[in-house]
Protein backbone atom coordinates (compact mmCIF):
# COMPACT_ATOMS: atom_id res chain seq x y z
CA UNK A 1 0.00 0.00 0.00
CA UNK A 2 1.15 3.36 -1.16
CA UNK A 3 1.34 5.84 1.70
CA UNK A 4 0.77 9.14 1.29
CA UNK A 5 3.99 10.63 2.16
CA UNK A 6 5.69 7.89 0.44
CA UNK A 7 3.50 8.97 -2.95
CA UNK A 8 4.37 12.86 -2.07
CA UNK A 9 8.15 11.60 -1.93
CA UNK A 10 7.92 9.96 -5.25
CA UNK A 11 6.85 12.99 -7.01
CA UNK A 12 9.30 15.17 -5.92
CA UNK A 13 7.53 16.98 -2.69
CA UNK A 14 8.95 17.30 0.60
CA UNK A 15 6.54 15.89 3.23
CA UNK A 16 2.75 14.55 3.34
CA UNK A 17 1.80 15.53 6.76
CA UNK A 18 -0.95 15.95 9.43
CA UNK A 19 -1.66 18.41 12.47
CA UNK A 20 -2.05 16.68 15.45
CA UNK A 21 -2.42 16.95 19.33
CA UNK A 22 -0.56 14.89 22.44
CA UNK A 23 -3.79 13.87 24.10
CA UNK A 24 -4.72 12.07 21.04
CA UNK A 25 -1.29 9.89 21.69
CA UNK A 26 -3.12 7.75 23.91
CA UNK A 27 -5.33 6.31 21.01
CA UNK A 28 -3.32 3.54 20.02
CA UNK A 29 -4.70 3.01 16.10
CA UNK A 30 -4.62 6.44 16.00
CA UNK A 31 -1.01 6.31 17.07
CA UNK A 32 0.16 3.83 15.02
CA UNK A 33 -1.34 5.62 11.34
CA UNK A 34 0.21 8.56 12.79
CA UNK A 35 3.50 7.05 13.68
CA UNK A 36 3.58 5.45 10.19
CA UNK A 37 6.32 7.59 8.16
CA UNK A 38 5.20 5.87 4.96
CA UNK A 39 2.01 7.83 5.64
CA UNK A 40 3.05 11.20 7.20
CA UNK A 41 6.71 12.70 6.80
CA UNK A 42 5.96 15.90 8.66
CA UNK A 43 3.51 17.15 11.73
CA UNK A 44 2.39 20.23 12.71
CA UNK A 45 0.80 20.82 16.26
CA UNK A 46 -3.02 21.71 16.50
CA UNK A 47 -2.61 23.05 19.24
CA UNK A 48 0.52 22.84 21.65
CA UNK A 49 2.63 25.63 20.33
CA UNK A 50 -0.40 28.30 20.56
CA UNK A 51 0.70 31.38 22.46
CA UNK A 52 -1.68 30.60 25.10
CA UNK A 53 -0.21 27.06 25.16
CA UNK A 54 3.57 28.24 25.18
CA UNK A 55 3.56 32.06 27.70
CA UNK A 56 0.01 31.27 29.98
CA UNK A 57 1.50 34.63 31.54
CA UNK A 58 4.24 36.73 30.53
CA UNK A 59 7.17 35.35 30.01
CA UNK A 60 6.25 32.11 31.99
CA UNK A 61 7.29 29.34 28.47
CA UNK A 62 5.65 26.01 28.53
CA UNK A 63 6.73 23.75 26.43
CA UNK A 64 5.66 20.32 27.55
CA UNK A 65 2.95 20.00 24.77
CA UNK A 66 4.90 21.18 22.14
CA UNK A 67 7.86 19.15 22.74
CA UNK A 68 5.71 15.95 23.10
CA UNK A 69 5.00 16.25 19.67
CA UNK A 70 8.61 17.34 18.37
CA UNK A 71 9.61 14.36 20.53
CA UNK A 72 7.53 12.20 18.61
CA UNK A 73 8.73 13.27 14.99
CA UNK A 74 12.18 13.08 15.41
CA UNK A 75 11.44 9.18 16.98
CA UNK A 76 9.28 8.41 13.56
CA UNK A 77 11.77 10.62 11.13
CA UNK A 78 9.28 13.34 10.65
CA UNK A 79 9.44 16.82 9.71
CA UNK A 80 8.04 19.39 12.12
CA UNK A 81 6.55 22.87 11.74
CA UNK A 82 5.99 25.23 14.12
CA UNK A 83 2.49 26.56 14.53
CA UNK A 84 2.15 29.55 15.02
CA UNK A 85 4.38 32.60 16.72
CA UNK A 86 1.40 35.43 16.57
CA UNK A 87 -2.78 34.87 15.93
CA UNK A 88 -5.24 36.52 16.77
CA UNK A 89 -6.93 33.89 18.35
CA UNK A 90 -6.20 31.45 21.44
CA UNK A 91 -4.43 34.34 22.77
CA UNK A 92 -4.07 34.44 27.09
CA UNK A 93 -5.94 37.56 28.21
CA UNK A 94 -2.88 39.39 29.32
CA UNK A 95 -1.89 39.79 26.16
CA UNK A 96 -5.37 41.01 24.83
CA UNK A 97 -6.42 42.65 27.76
CA UNK A 98 -3.14 44.19 28.79
CA UNK A 99 -3.65 47.46 27.27
CA UNK A 100 0.54 47.21 26.61
CA UNK A 101 1.51 50.31 24.86
CA UNK A 102 3.21 50.37 21.43
CA UNK A 103 6.85 50.00 22.51
CA UNK A 104 5.66 47.26 25.26
CA UNK A 105 3.65 44.89 23.19
CA UNK A 106 6.10 44.91 20.27
CA UNK A 107 8.67 43.81 23.09
CA UNK A 108 6.31 41.20 24.03
CA UNK A 109 5.85 39.88 20.45
CA UNK A 110 9.41 39.74 20.01
CA UNK A 111 10.24 38.12 23.13
CA UNK A 112 7.46 35.26 22.20
CA UNK A 113 8.44 34.66 18.60
CA UNK A 114 12.11 34.42 19.51
CA UNK A 115 11.50 32.42 22.57
CA UNK A 116 9.19 29.49 20.92
CA UNK A 117 11.62 29.69 17.61
CA UNK A 118 14.99 29.08 19.73
CA UNK A 119 13.41 25.99 21.80
CA UNK A 120 12.89 24.45 18.99
CA UNK A 121 15.78 25.02 16.53
CA UNK A 122 17.72 22.82 15.04
CA UNK A 123 15.43 19.64 15.98
CA UNK A 124 14.29 17.61 13.11
CA UNK A 125 16.69 18.68 10.54
CA UNK A 126 16.78 15.25 8.70
CA UNK A 127 20.49 15.38 6.52
CA UNK A 128 19.11 14.82 3.33
CA UNK A 129 17.07 17.63 3.16
CA UNK A 130 19.45 19.83 5.29
CA UNK A 131 17.96 23.61 5.24
CA UNK A 132 14.48 23.27 3.14
CA UNK A 133 13.07 22.76 6.91
CA UNK A 134 11.45 23.02 9.62
CA UNK A 135 9.32 26.13 9.36
CA UNK A 136 7.38 28.23 11.15
CA UNK A 137 3.78 30.07 10.74
CA UNK A 138 5.13 33.30 12.11
CA UNK A 139 2.38 35.30 11.37
CA UNK A 140 -1.45 33.33 11.40
CA UNK A 141 -4.34 35.25 9.78
CA UNK A 142 -3.07 38.53 9.63
CA UNK A 143 -5.42 39.29 6.79
CA UNK A 144 -9.45 40.07 6.38
CA UNK A 145 -12.00 38.83 3.43
CA UNK A 146 -11.57 41.79 1.84
CA UNK A 147 -7.70 42.23 1.61
CA UNK A 148 -7.74 44.58 5.03
CA UNK A 149 -5.45 44.06 7.69
CA UNK A 150 -7.11 42.14 9.97
CA UNK A 151 -8.01 44.74 13.37
CA UNK A 152 -6.35 42.29 16.19
CA UNK A 153 -4.73 43.73 19.38
CA UNK A 154 -1.25 43.62 17.48
CA UNK A 155 -2.75 45.75 14.31
CA UNK A 156 -4.62 47.86 16.79
CA UNK A 157 -1.90 48.84 19.04
CA UNK A 158 0.94 48.06 16.36
CA UNK A 159 -0.16 48.54 12.65
CA UNK A 160 1.18 45.91 10.35
CA UNK A 161 5.05 46.62 11.87
CA UNK A 162 4.53 43.26 14.06
CA UNK A 163 4.55 41.71 11.39
CA UNK A 164 8.19 42.37 10.58
CA UNK A 165 8.80 42.49 13.80
CA UNK A 166 7.95 39.00 14.42
CA UNK A 167 9.82 37.84 11.67
CA UNK A 168 12.91 38.96 12.23
CA UNK A 169 13.01 37.78 15.82
CA UNK A 170 12.07 34.22 14.36
CA UNK A 171 15.13 34.45 11.96
CA UNK A 172 17.55 36.14 14.41
CA UNK A 173 16.04 32.78 16.60
CA UNK A 174 17.12 29.69 14.07
CA UNK A 175 18.24 31.41 10.60
CA UNK A 176 17.47 27.71 9.18
CA UNK A 177 13.93 27.95 9.76
CA UNK A 178 11.65 28.51 6.68
CA UNK A 179 9.75 31.46 7.61
CA UNK A 180 6.01 31.33 6.56
CA UNK A 181 2.99 33.64 6.60
CA UNK A 182 0.20 31.38 6.79
CA UNK A 183 -3.45 32.17 6.30
CA UNK A 184 -7.54 30.79 4.77
CA UNK A 185 -9.35 31.88 2.03
CA UNK A 186 -6.52 32.99 0.09
CA UNK A 187 -6.30 29.34 -1.97
CA UNK A 188 -7.65 30.90 -5.29
CA UNK A 189 -7.52 34.73 -6.52
CA UNK A 190 -9.22 37.36 -4.72
CA UNK A 191 -8.80 40.19 -2.89
CA UNK A 192 -7.47 38.56 0.28
CA UNK A 193 -5.05 36.65 -2.04
CA UNK A 194 -3.85 40.09 -3.57
CA UNK A 195 -3.19 41.66 -0.44
CA UNK A 196 -0.88 38.76 0.95
CA UNK A 197 0.75 39.25 -2.67
CA UNK A 198 1.38 42.73 -1.87
CA UNK A 199 2.48 42.38 1.92
CA UNK A 200 5.10 39.73 0.83
CA UNK A 201 6.11 42.07 -2.19
CA UNK A 202 6.53 44.74 0.37
CA UNK A 203 7.63 42.91 2.94
CA UNK A 204 10.89 42.07 0.36
CA UNK A 205 11.36 45.09 -0.17
CA UNK A 206 12.50 46.04 3.03
CA UNK A 207 14.53 43.12 3.62
CA UNK A 208 12.60 41.52 5.80
CA UNK A 209 13.16 37.68 6.17
CA UNK A 210 10.28 35.96 4.29
CA UNK A 211 10.17 32.23 2.98
CA UNK A 212 7.19 30.99 2.71
CA UNK A 213 3.18 31.34 2.23
CA UNK A 214 1.20 29.24 3.70
CA UNK A 215 -2.29 27.79 2.62
CA UNK A 216 -4.42 26.88 4.64
CA UNK A 217 -7.25 25.38 2.33
CA UNK A 218 -10.01 24.83 4.98
CA UNK A 219 -12.14 23.43 1.49
CA UNK A 220 -15.81 22.56 1.07
CA UNK A 221 -16.55 19.32 -0.94
CA UNK A 222 -17.90 20.70 -4.36
CA UNK A 223 -16.20 24.24 -4.05
CA UNK A 224 -12.89 23.83 -4.53
CA UNK A 225 -12.01 27.68 -6.48
CA UNK A 226 -11.21 26.81 -9.89
CA UNK A 227 -8.14 29.44 -9.52
CA UNK A 228 -6.26 27.34 -7.50
CA UNK A 229 -3.20 26.68 -9.80
CA UNK A 230 -3.14 30.27 -11.21
CA UNK A 231 -2.91 31.64 -7.92
CA UNK A 232 -0.19 28.95 -6.09
CA UNK A 233 1.79 30.11 -9.19
CA UNK A 234 1.51 33.99 -8.81
CA UNK A 235 2.90 33.14 -5.20
CA UNK A 236 5.81 31.25 -6.08
CA UNK A 237 6.26 33.42 -8.54
CA UNK A 238 7.23 35.97 -5.66
CA UNK A 239 10.22 33.89 -5.18
CA UNK A 240 8.68 32.36 -2.00
CA UNK A 241 7.96 28.29 -1.43
CA UNK A 242 4.34 27.31 -0.57
CA UNK A 243 3.19 24.70 1.14
CA UNK A 244 -0.72 23.58 1.79
CA UNK A 245 -0.69 23.70 5.57
CA UNK A 246 -4.28 23.03 7.06
CA UNK A 247 -6.21 21.04 4.23
CA UNK A 248 -9.65 19.43 5.14
CA UNK A 249 -12.66 19.58 2.73
CA UNK A 250 -15.59 19.51 4.66
CA UNK A 251 -19.25 18.36 3.91
CA UNK A 252 -22.67 19.19 5.41
CA UNK A 253 -24.00 16.05 7.14
CA UNK A 254 -24.78 13.82 6.73
CA UNK A 255 -22.56 12.05 4.49
CA UNK A 256 -23.40 10.23 1.36
CA UNK A 257 -21.56 8.11 -1.11
CA UNK A 258 -21.84 11.18 -3.84
CA UNK A 259 -20.35 13.56 -1.44
CA UNK A 260 -17.94 11.06 -1.25
CA UNK A 261 -17.07 10.62 -4.47
CA UNK A 262 -17.27 14.32 -5.07
CA UNK A 263 -14.55 14.68 -1.75
CA UNK A 264 -12.41 12.22 -3.08
CA UNK A 265 -12.14 14.50 -6.82
CA UNK A 266 -11.36 17.41 -4.68
CA UNK A 267 -8.44 16.37 -2.57
CA UNK A 268 -7.10 14.98 -6.07
CA UNK A 269 -7.59 18.38 -7.39
CA UNK A 270 -5.30 20.31 -4.48
CA UNK A 271 -2.81 17.72 -4.64
CA UNK A 272 -2.38 18.12 -7.98
CA UNK A 273 -2.04 21.65 -7.99
CA UNK A 274 0.24 21.60 -5.74
CA UNK A 275 2.07 18.72 -7.58
CA UNK A 276 1.89 20.85 -10.96
CA UNK A 277 3.86 23.65 -9.16
CA UNK A 278 7.60 23.23 -8.48
CA UNK A 279 7.70 25.25 -4.89
CA UNK A 280 4.79 24.13 -3.74
CA UNK A 281 6.95 22.31 -1.17
CA UNK A 282 4.32 19.82 0.74
CA UNK A 283 0.60 19.43 1.89
CA UNK A 284 -0.29 19.12 5.59
CA UNK A 285 -3.92 17.49 6.81
CA UNK A 286 -5.59 19.53 9.65
CA UNK A 287 -5.34 16.01 11.10
CA UNK A 288 -6.19 12.97 8.90
CA UNK A 289 -8.77 11.21 10.63
CA UNK A 290 -12.58 13.00 11.49
CA UNK A 291 -12.04 11.56 14.90
CA UNK A 292 -10.24 14.14 15.48
CA UNK A 293 -10.76 17.03 13.18
CA UNK A 294 -11.69 20.42 14.61
CA UNK A 295 -14.54 20.77 11.94
CA UNK A 296 -17.39 19.68 13.65
CA UNK A 297 -16.61 21.97 16.81
CA UNK A 298 -16.22 24.79 14.40
CA UNK A 299 -18.62 24.62 11.64
CA UNK A 300 -22.31 23.68 12.79
CA UNK A 301 -23.75 20.72 11.14
CA UNK A 302 -20.53 19.87 8.79
CA UNK A 303 -17.93 17.33 9.42
CA UNK A 304 -16.54 14.35 8.02
CA UNK A 305 -13.45 16.62 6.25
CA UNK A 306 -10.57 13.86 6.14
CA UNK A 307 -9.60 11.11 4.62
CA UNK A 308 -9.39 8.59 7.31
CA UNK A 309 -13.14 8.06 8.54
CA UNK A 310 -14.07 8.52 12.55
CA UNK A 311 -13.33 4.67 12.87
CA UNK A 312 -9.38 5.35 10.94
CA UNK A 313 -10.56 3.48 7.94
CA UNK A 314 -9.77 4.94 5.31
CA UNK A 315 -12.29 6.69 2.83
CA UNK A 316 -12.29 7.50 -0.78
CA UNK A 317 -10.22 10.91 -0.02
CA UNK A 318 -7.42 8.68 0.66
CA UNK A 319 -7.13 7.62 -2.92
CA UNK A 320 -7.71 10.98 -4.15
CA UNK A 321 -4.45 11.86 -2.01
CA UNK A 322 -2.70 9.28 -4.29
CA UNK A 323 -4.36 9.87 -7.86
CA UNK A 324 -3.79 13.64 -7.22
CA UNK A 325 0.64 12.75 -6.73
C1 LIG B 1 -7.81 24.98 15.40
C2 LIG B 1 -7.60 23.69 16.19
O1 LIG B 1 -7.58 22.59 15.31
C3 LIG B 1 -8.72 23.54 17.21
O2 LIG B 1 -8.47 22.41 18.04
C4 LIG B 1 -8.81 24.79 18.06
O3 LIG B 1 -9.92 24.68 18.95
C5 LIG B 1 -8.96 26.02 17.19
O4 LIG B 1 -7.90 26.08 16.27
N1 LIG B 1 -6.59 27.91 11.39
C6 LIG B 1 -5.45 27.67 12.10
C7 LIG B 1 -5.43 26.61 13.14
O5 LIG B 1 -4.40 28.27 11.80
O6 LIG B 1 -4.56 26.93 14.21
C8 LIG B 1 -6.81 26.31 13.67
O7 LIG B 1 -6.71 25.18 14.54
C9 LIG B 1 -7.77 26.07 12.54
C10 LIG B 1 -7.87 27.28 11.66
Redesign the pocket.
Known sequence: QAGLNRVAKAAGKLYFGT?T?PEQFVDAPYLTVLSNVHEFGQLTP??SM?WDATEPSRGVFTFDQGDKIAALAKKNGQLLRG??CV?H??LPAWVTDGNFDAPTLSSIVETHCSTIVKHYKGQICMPYILFRLHSW?VI??CLNDDGTFREDVFFNTLNTSYIATALRAARRADPKAKLYI?D?NIEGTGPKSTALVNLVKSLKKQHVPIDGIGI?A?LIVGEVPSTLLGNFRRFTALGVEIAV??LDIRMTLPDTPELRAQQKQDYRTVIETCNAVRDCVGVTV??FTDKY??VP??FDGEGDACPWDANIVRKPAYNGIVEGF
Open positions: ANANKHNWNQDNENFQHTEWDSWSA
